[in-house]
């Protein structure tokens, strides 16, 4: 997909989801929250499609020997994650309209966290039922619209989504859009001045982890000049306002970086010991 197909991509989902919101009475702050947990469940559900065979055919050779193992485990050591069947993105789409889709959404995140500890308390839940308050196929709805990401993108294009979605979230709230989201090109000129190459990157005020996307990025875009030095990089940050703590840990997952993101207030606390 070039930079224009992913650009129109990119505002017809906006235009879609907008239109759906508009038709609500949330404030951009409640939609956001369930809208990029949709977007992180699509990329879930894009990345386990990817391995699934592979998982499969292990778990049946390994099946009747003694280093049999439950399908959830060899997921996992194969993509990071475990869909159970209730989890799967067209499985949720293609739920009849009088079945209970916010509550379907709901016990999926549930299944998610279950099997990725480190998206404990993080995925949204109760926000899809909120979604139904003055029209109950919201949630459905916006399943149909983000159906339309291609069954094959991976996490680079998700991370691309993402972030757009969390920038026009940012414009509708106005000032307070702030908080959590920092315009893509001051992180951008932060991170070529800085010049990360590998090794740990440390945000003391992380937001919803737009600094750790863009330096993951630019260590890809320089990787022919490390001439064999570690590229790895582990992202450490940390964010006073729980709520963005959640968008960032799902920004990191989206993007497939590893990392930690802990809540903190900078002023006050410190709990990476980065002081000096």
Same mark, same amino acid.
């Not at 109950?136 to 998700?158: E, H, M, V, Y």
């Not at 703590?245 to 989206?254: E, G, P, T, Y």
């Given at each position: 997909?070039?930079?224009?197909?992913?650009?129109? &991509?990119?505002?017809?989902?906006?235009?879609?989801a907008?239109? &759906?919101?508009?038709?609500?009475?949330?404030?951009?702050? #409640?939609?956001?929250?369930?809208?990029?947990?949709?977007?992180?469940?699509?990329?879930?559900?894009?990345?386990?499609?990817?391995?699934?065979?592979?998982?499969?055919?292990?778990y049946?050779?390994?099946? @009747?020997t003694?280093?049999?193992?439950?399908?959830?485990?060899?997921?996992?050591?194969?993509?990071?994650?475990?869909?159970?069947?209730?989890?799967?993105y067209?499985?949720?789409?293609?739920?009849p309209?009088?079945?209970?889709?916010?509550?379907?959404?709901?016990?999926?995140?549930?299944?998610?966290?279950?099997?990725?500890p480190?998206?404990?308390?993080?995925?949204?839940?109760?926000?899809?039922?909120?979604?139904?308050?003055?029209d109950k196929?919201?949630?459905?709805?916006?399943?149909?619209?983000?159906?339309?990401?291609?069954?094959?993108?991976?996490?680079?294009?998700?991370?691309?989504?993402? #972030?757009?979605?969390?920038?026009?979230?940012?414009?509708?709230?106005?000032?307070k859009?702030?908080?959590?989201?920092?315009?893509?090109?001051?992180?951008?000129?932060?991170?070529?001045?800085?010049?990360?190459h590998?090794?740990?990157v440390?945000?003391?005020?992380?937001?919803?982890? @737009?600094?750790?996307?863009?330096?993951?990025?630019?260590i890809?875009?320089?990787?022919?000049?490390?001439?064999?030095?570690?590229? @790895?990089?582990?992202?450490?940050?940390?964010?006073?306002?729980?709520?963005?703590?959640?968008?960032a840990?799902?920004? &990191?997952?989206?993007?497939? &970086?590893r @990392?930690?993101?802990?809540?903190?207030?900078?002023?006050?606390?410190?709990?990476?010991?980065?002081?000096?």
């Amino acid at each position: 997909m070039n930079k224009e197909q992913l650009k129109k &991509l990119e505002a017809d989902l906006w235009s879609a989801a907008d239109k &759906l919101r508009a038709n609500s009475d949330l404030k951009s702050s #409640e939609y956001a929250t369930p809208v990029l947990g949709l977007i992180f469940l699509k990329f879930a559900d894009n990345n386990y499609r990817r391995h699934e065979q592979a998982i499969l055919a292990e778990y049946q050779k390994l099946q @009747g020997t003694r280093r049999e193992k439950p399908v959830s485990e060899i997921a996992i050591e194969q993509c990071g994650f475990y869909l159970p069947d209730h989890t799967r993105y067209d499985y949720l789409l293609n739920l009849p309209e009088q079945k209970d889709i916010a509550k379907a959404l709901k016990e999926a995140m549930k299944a998610i966290e279950e099997y990725k500890p480190e998206l404990e308390g993080v995925l949204p839940k109760d926000e899809y039922a909120a979604l139904t308050r003055t029209d109950k196929t919201i949630p459905q709805q916006l399943l149909r619209t983000f159906a339309d990401i291609p069954s094959n993108a991976t996490g680079d294009l998700f991370g691309q989504i993402y #972030e757009y979605f969390l920038s026009e979230f940012a414009r509708s709230e106005g000032q307070k859009g702030g908080e959590f989201f920092t315009p893509r090109s001051v992180v951008r000129l932060m991170v070529e001045i800085i010049e990360p190459h590998g090794g740990k990157v440390f945000d003391p005020a992380c937001g919803s982890g @737009g600094m750790f996307v863009q330096s993951a990025q630019f260590i890809a875009a320089h990787r022919n000049e490390l001439k064999g030095a570690e590229s @790895g990089v582990y992202v450490c940050g940390q964010e006073k306002t729980q709520d963005t703590v959640k968008l960032a840990k799902m920004n &990191l997952a989206v993007s497939g &970086l590893r @990392g930690e993101i802990k809540q903190a207030n900078t002023y006050y606390e410190d709990p990476y010991d980065s002081f000096e």
